[in-house]
């Protein structure tokens, strides 16, 4: 975030000034992504692949929509149903007379289960973990609708892992360090909150015992403190929440790693232990943007659209001072782009002040100055200065390259 800045904008009005997302009547509660704001969510998407593959997930993909008999069976109809789900009666069977329902999917994790069913599983395929960026649809109440903080349209950075009774502890613990890891990269302040069982819930009091007493043990063995969330647990299982604070001090409920003992037992999952005998698996359910639309609302926000380098849709802005400097300013501007640096030049028939003042207004976060001295430098020297009006000075641009990379790399 802009420190020096007086106001505050919220990210609906920066989306729109910066051109990176907006919404529209013709679709409410589903963002439009324009190509800047698709270049800093391809960029969290990446990010997140990187920790997962790291961390031995598998990617899947189900379908958007599928018989509403699915929910039934996962116990979520019951709660969600027609207030919260987009369902339709299509009559595409043999038979016509007897329209079937379907529902666009407001979660992952009832797919999950039909992909670990897809054959029969063995003790020693388990941790399954099995990772999906998947497109939901949630009908919310029109005054609740938000920007992207409240959307109907929402992706999320899902994961499912498959575990036996015994792996619960290494498995979650796991998942806390990824969750953590990723929150530092942003610079962020996070707590935990532990989330027991709520009044409408799956399960048997006995399930929910078992599930509360272990994340509990979890926190205990790995000396992390939790605020207490009573009665705020998903449906289906108690859960960690982690709770950011951003540059205005504000308070968000981010990512979440939930236990359910629930849903393998609805949908009869099993898995071969040593002895030959079936057993039934444990699901932990985790998230840990929350979702896109979500999280980069709330970046936006905490930024107020200074986004850090590796974020940033233009990383350098190349200046020529005048027309006789645009063809040396295109081949800076080449140089960058094929060290894969999102660079632009602009030749606006501008002044130089202007044209700083603009870049400064878009939040690039370099820009590069291109005049008669530039052109002479047999050395390939630029003028570098920083969008918080810093003057770099001259630099070799091999090594500015070179810096911009390893700032890149470490995600600053």
Same mark, same amino acid.
């Given at each position: 975030?802009?420190?020096?800045?007086?106001?505050?904008?919220?990210?609906?009005?920066?989306?729109?000034?910066?051109?990176?997302?907006?919404?529209?009547?013709?679709?409410?509660?589903?963002?439009?992504?324009?190509?800047?704001?698709?270049?800093?969510?391809?960029?969290?998407?990446?990010?997140?692949?990187?920790?997962?593959?790291?961390?031995?997930?598998?990617?899947?993909?189900?379908?958007?929509?599928?018989?509403?008999?699915?929910?039934?069976?996962?116990?979520?109809?019951?709660?969600?149903?027609?207030?919260?789900?987009?369902?339709?009666?299509?009559?595409?069977?043999?038979?016509?007379?007897?329209?079937?329902?379907?529902?666009?999917?407001?979660?992952?994790?009832?797919?999950?289960?039909?992909?670990?069913?897809?054959?029969?599983?063995?003790?020693?395929?388990?941790?399954?973990?099995?990772?999906?960026?998947?497109?939901?649809?949630?009908?919310?109440?029109?005054?609740?609708?938000?920007?992207?903080?409240?959307?109907?349209?929402?992706?999320?950075?899902?994961?499912?892992?498959?575990?036996?009774?015994?792996?619960?502890?290494?498995?979650?613990?796991?998942?806390?360090?990824?969750?953590?890891?990723?929150?530092?990269?942003?610079?962020?302040?996070?707590?935990?909150?532990?989330?027991?069982?709520?009044? #409408? &819930? /799956?399960?048997? $009091?006995?399930?929910?015992?078992?599930?509360?007493?272990?994340?509990?043990?979890?926190?205990?063995? =790995?000396?992390?403190?939790?605020?207490?969330?009573?009665?705020?647990?998903?449906?289906?299982?108690?859960?960690?929440?982690?709770?950011?604070?951003?540059?205005?001090?504000?308070?968000?409920?981010?990512?979440?790693?939930?236990?359910?003992?629930?849903?393998?037992?609805?949908?009869?999952?099993?898995?071969?232990?040593?002895?030959?005998?079936?057993?039934?698996?444990?699901?932990?359910?985790?998230?840990?943007?929350?979702?896109?639309?979500?999280?980069?609302?709330?970046?936006?926000?905490?930024?107020?659209?200074?986004?850090?380098?590796?974020?940033?849709?233009?990383?350098?802005?190349?200046?020529?001072?005048?027309?006789?400097?645009?063809?040396?300013?295109?081949?800076?501007?080449?140089?960058?782009?094929?060290?894969? #640096? &999102? /660079?632009?030049? $602009?030749?606006?028939?501008?002044?130089?002040?202007?044209?700083?003042?603009?870049?400064?207004?878009? =939040?690039?976060?370099?820009?590069?100055?291109?005049?008669?001295?530039?052109?002479?430098?047999?050395?390939?020297?630029?003028?570098?200065?920083?969008?918080?009006?810093?003057?770099?000075?001259?630099?070799?641009?091999?090594?500015?390259?070179?810096?911009?990379?390893?700032?890149?790399?470490?995600?600053?």
């Amino acid at each position: 975030m802009d420190k020096n800045s007086a106001i505050i904008k919220d990210h609906k009005q920066i989306g729109q000034e910066l051109e990176l997302f907006f919404t529209n009547d013709i679709a409410p509660g589903a963002p439009f992504w324009l190509p800047k704001g698709m270049t800093i969510f391809k960029e969290l998407e990446k990010y997140i692949r990187e920790l997962t593959q790291k961390a031995g997930y598998l990617e899947t993909s189900t379908p958007i929509m599928v018989k509403s008999e699915l929910f039934k069976q996962s116990g979520h109809w019951e709660k969600f149903g027609e207030h919260n789900m987009y369902n339709l009666q299509l009559s595409d069977e043999a038979d016509n007379s007897k329209p079937v329902g379907y529902t666009l999917k407001p979660m992952n994790c009832p797919e999950s289960t039909i992909i670990y069913r897809f054959r029969s599983r063995s003790y020693k395929e388990l941790p399954l973990r099995l990772s999906e960026i998947g497109r939901l649809h949630r009908r919310e109440k029109s005054g609740e609708v938000n920007g992207l903080l409240r959307v109907r349209q929402l992706t999320m950075d899902d994961a499912h892992i498959y575990v036996t009774e015994e792996q619960i502890f290494d498995e979650i613990s796991k998942i806390l360090d990824m969750m953590m890891q990723f929150y530092k990269s942003f610079g962020f302040v996070y707590e935990f909150r532990f989330a027991t069982r709520p009044e #409408v &819930r /799956a399960g048997t $009091d006995a399930i929910w015992d078992k599930a509360e007493k272990d994340l509990e043990e979890v926190l205990n063995k =790995k000396g992390l403190k939790a605020g207490d969330k009573k009665g705020d647990g998903a449906f289906y299982g108690p859960k960690i929440d982690v709770h950011i604070k951003d540059s205005q001090n504000r308070e968000w409920q981010l990512a979440t790693v939930q236990l359910d003992f629930h849903q393998p037992e609805a949908f009869k999952l099993e898995y071969i232990d040593q002895n030959g005998n079936s057993q039934r698996p444990v699901m932990i359910h985790r998230a840990i943007f929350g979702s896109f639309e979500r999280f980069i609302a709330i970046l936006t926000e905490h930024f107020q659209g200074a986004f850090p380098l590796w974020l940033s849709p233009v990383q350098v802005m190349v200046i020529p001072i005048a027309d006789r400097h645009t063809n040396h300013a295109q081949s800076v501007y080449h140089e960058l782009i094929t060290y894969n #640096v &999102r /660079a632009t030049v $602009d030749d606006r028939s501008e002044t130089m002040q202007a044209k700083i003042r603009d870049a400064t207004l878009q =939040k690039v976060p370099y820009m590069v100055i291109i005049g008669d001295k530039e052109m002479a430098d047999t050395d390939k020297k630029i003028s570098v200065r920083t969008r918080g009006g810093k003057d770099l000075g001259q630099i070799e641009l091999l090594q500015f390259i070179k810096q911009l990379k390893d700032e890149i790399k470490k995600k600053q």
